[in-house]
């Protein structure tokens, strides 16, 4: 008997770092002006030169895209039930529940996994004041039917869009959509400044609202309007993504061309699907989940164990549903009942290595661990 060749661990995601000696003349700068932070220049520049490549009107830096979510339930003043989806990372409802809000759980679309809208009407009551779907996997919601009952009840909409960093929806930014658009750059995402996040608005009022919220409601020196937070980005933060903008149309093509290539080499294995490649407008290859169903050989955590004992960290991204945890399992729309599809998702999911650098022989080490003889 053999033993396997040992191979070399591949992580679900790696972050997309430029080369040190090209942020070196940034941190100079930093050192040189000592202004480290309180919308510094680079914080300034990094906001237009991030509204100009997403196509949005107007948008606000934060430290990371939590804060970011909680500073927009403020600004909106939501309050009462907001409509959600269980199938997230668990910040999507902590963002809620930090500012007093009862989240309501709809499950999912069978083929997006993003919020179902023909499941939200009937989870609307008269303590509903929001809804806040997530673009999953940058995959994006059904805009136009969301803000279609959102109008009809006079619910605010607030994106999740987490995921979503240059993904378009019919020929724009779908950061556009709804009230407010909530990034993440946090160091796993598509585009990252380290730890960071954003928040998209339509109008100047509202951004600087929000500016206020994020600066402990300063609007100057001696003058304080509301309780805000310190939610502010770094100078080094912002100098961080002024550089990593540089390069992500380059890091945008590489998924592309790592996700044709799972799909190529997985097509045609018997009880693993790919999520549908057909979606409406741009997309940004930020994950790549596969569902383990009942015609594969082994049961979904039996497939991420084999990949995690040959050196492959894949990771069963949405498991558990944000439901199932303490804070969230006894609330009525938490019920298994309510979430057939979300809960379907959660059991069946593992999301590959997808990220700029993956080698061929990585992917090809991956596909065949999943479609190997026996599995």
Known sequence: MTTPEKTSTVYVTRPLLPPLEDFIPYLQQIWDNKWLTNNGPFHQEFEQALCDY?????ISLFANGTLALVTALQSLRITGEVITTPYSFVATAHSLLWNGIRPVFVDVDPVTLNLDPERIEAAITPQTTAIMPVHCYGRPCDVARIQEIADNYGLKVIYDAAHAFGVQSQ??????????????????????????GAIVCQDAKTKRHIDHLKNFGFVNEVTVVASGINGKMSEINAAFGLLQLKGIDAALRQRRAIDA????????????DCLSDKADGARNYAYFPIMVGPDYPLARDALYQKLRDNGVHARRYFYPLISDFPMY??????????LPVARRAADRVICLPIYPGLADEEIDHVIGLVAGPGA
Do not use: C, Q
Not at 172 to 187: C, I, Q, R, T
Not at 261 to 272: D, F, K, Q, S
């Open 54 to 58: 997403l196509g949005v009107r107007h």
């Open 329 to 338: 399992r006894g609330m009525p729309s938490a019920a298994h009942a309510n």
């Open 171 to 196: 020929g724009e930014s779908v950061l556009n959509h709804g009230d407010l658009s909530v990034l993440s750059f946090h160091a796993t995402k598509v585009f990252n400044t380290f730890e960071g």
């Open 261 to 272: 290539r799972y799909r190529a080499g997985l097509a045609g294995v018997a009880g693993i």
